[in-house]
């Protein structure tokens, strides 16, 4: 059963540390992508990859996140500092060009807490 | 559609009843559109999706209705359980296949009523 994976599940942290959630796209997959989901805002995307090239960044903060897929297994989204408001709950999803479908598969994403 | 957050719109469904969730998009370029469920702690799960082309789509007592002249999207749950209890999301893309960011509707907070 192909799934996206992402840890940690749960991250508590305090203002100015860095944190680093990873994700492992579904094998196969070329296209990663990295969302952030707030009560206040919903779902909203922050960066997306293809073949483990960045396409679209334009939806993170760049002067403290940053994300990179150093292989095709591994996807990081880094926040340097962490502020209190950049808590939320982070997904990865993960899809494919290579069938002729834009369905994205989602992870179970990391809650991220900073105080 | 937007995102706005704290107003989730909410639907209560006696069990066994049909329950329909409704979706209003916002770009007419939109080709390919999503229904997804998240349930409390978990990520979005894929339910069916649709393309453009067809107006009618349906799955495992799920059903998929677009309407692109109203720029509307429906998913109706037949014979609804308590397990269909969680947050529906509608989304789109102007994608053609190429597997691009998907805009995710508010989202419908569906109880079933045992």
């Known amino acids: 059963d192909a799934r996206v994976t992402q840890t940690p599940r749960h991250k508590v942290t305090e203002m100015g540390q860095e944190v680093t959630m990873r994700c492992q796209p579904i094998?196969?997959?070329?296209?990663v992508f990295w969302y952030r989901q707030t009560m206040m805002q919903g779902l909203e995307l922050l960066a997306y990859?293809?073949?483990?090239?960045?396409?679209?960044d334009s939806g993170m903060p760049k002067d403290r996140f940053s994300a990179e897929m150093p292989d095709a297994t591994l996807a990081t989204l880094k926040i340097q500092p962490s502020e209190p408001r950049d808590s939320a709950v982070y997904f990865c999803?993960?899809?494919?060009?290579?069938?002729?479908?834009?369905?994205?598969?989602f992870g179970p994403g990391t809650r991220l807490t900073v105080l | 559609g937007e995102s706005v957050g704290l107003h989730l719109p909410t639907l209560s469904v006696q069990e066994g009843d049909n329950s329909i969730i409704n979706c209003a998009y916002s770009?007419?370029?939109?080709?390919?559109f999503i229904w997804y469920k998240q349930e409390s702690g978990k990520g979005p799960q894929f339910i069916i999706d649709?393309?453009?082309?067809?107006d009618k789509r349906q799955g495992q007592r799920v059903t998929v209705l677009l309407n692109k002249t109203v720029k509307h999207l429906s998913l109706q749950i037949a014979a609804t359980q308590p397990g269909d209890s969680a947050v529906y999301f509608c989304?789109?893309?102007?994608?053609?296949?190429?597997?691009?960011?998907?805009?995710f509707g508010t989202g419908t907070r569906l109880t079933i009523i045992p």
């Open positions: 999803a993960s899809g494919t060009t290579l069938d002729r479908t834009d369905t994205q598969y």
């Open positions: 094998l196969g997959h070329n296209t």
């Open positions: 990859f293809r073949n483990r090239a960045p396409l679209d």
């Open positions: 770009n007419s370029a939109s080709d390919y």
């Open positions: 649709i393309r453009s082309n067809m």
């Open positions: 989304a789109e893309t102007s994608s053609n296949f190429g597997n691009e960011k998907l805009t």
